[in-house]
């Protein structure tokens, strides 16, 4: 089954602590992006990556990294999390010509991450 | 369950009954317009695409209309069930190269049995 999995599906920490969020598609996909929701604000972009090897900030960038090593993984990584950063996280992929030809994303399940 | 559906414009339809879910868009060079649904718990999930060069597209039970003069965009769902019920949200995308997506807030739609 064609999919995006994110791992965890919820996460408790404390301010300070480094935490990783996964992100796994087996689809192929060129493009992966990391979102995060926040009630009243929708849906907007963190990072997102072109290939291996390439990525790039979106609308709110500060206070996370990623990395691409793998076509199929796009990890988000937390180094200090601090409360602002409690939110509901979608990673997301799309297949290569799609961010130039038009193709929808594909979401995983979301990580719901309180930071206290 | 997940907080996302708060503060967001709600639609309560009968079941049964066509349910027309509105957006307005921000940017005139969008060329691509997609509807997504966000079930409680779930990732947005991609029900229908539509280009600029088009006034319409049909899929099963779902419609969207796109008028580029008032930068609007509608999802009509036909005979609404209550599996329907979900936040579904608009997207849009620029054109020319790479041009990041950009979502709405999104609509609340509740089914009443």
């Known amino acids: 089954e064609a999919q995006v999995t994110q791992n965890p599906r919820y996460l408790i920490t404390v301010t300070g602590k480094k935490l990783t969020v996964t992100c796994s598609q087996n689809m192929n996909h060129e493009y992966m992006s990391w979102y995060r929701q926040d009630p009243g604000l929708g849906l907007r972009q963190i990072y997102y990556?072109?290939?291996?090897?390439?990525?790039d900030k979106g609308d709110v960038p500060e206070g996370y990294k990623v990395s691409r090593k793998e076509k199929r993984n796009f990890p988000l990584i937390l180094e200090s999390p601090s409360p602002n950063q409690t939110s509901l996280y979608f990673c997301a992929s799309s297949s290569g010509t799609g961010v130039f030809h038009n193709s929808p994303l594909h979401f995983g399940n979301g990580t719901r991450l309180t930071v206290t | 369950g997940e907080s996302v559906g708060l503060h967001l414009p709600t639609l309560s339809v009968q079941e049964g009954d066509n349910s027309i879910i509105n957006c307005a868009y921000s940017?005139?060079?969008?060329?691509?317009f997609i509807w997504y649904k966000q079930e409680s718990g779930k990732g947005p999930q991609f029900i229908i695409d539509i280009r600029s060069n088009m006034d319409k597209r049909q899929g099963q039970r779902v419609t969207v209309l796109l008028n580029k003069t008032v930068k609007h965009l509608s999802l009509q769902i036909a005979a609404t069930q209550p599996g329907d019920s979900a936040v579904y949200f608009c997207?849009?995308?620029?054109?020319?190269?790479?041009?990041?997506?950009?979502f709405g807030i999104g609509t609340k739609l509740q089914v009443i049995p």
């Open positions: 997207a849009e995308k620029g054109a020319g190269g790479y041009q990041k997506v950009t």
């Open positions: 940017n005139s060079a969008s060329d691509y």
């Open positions: 990556s072109m290939n291996v090897e390439v990525t």
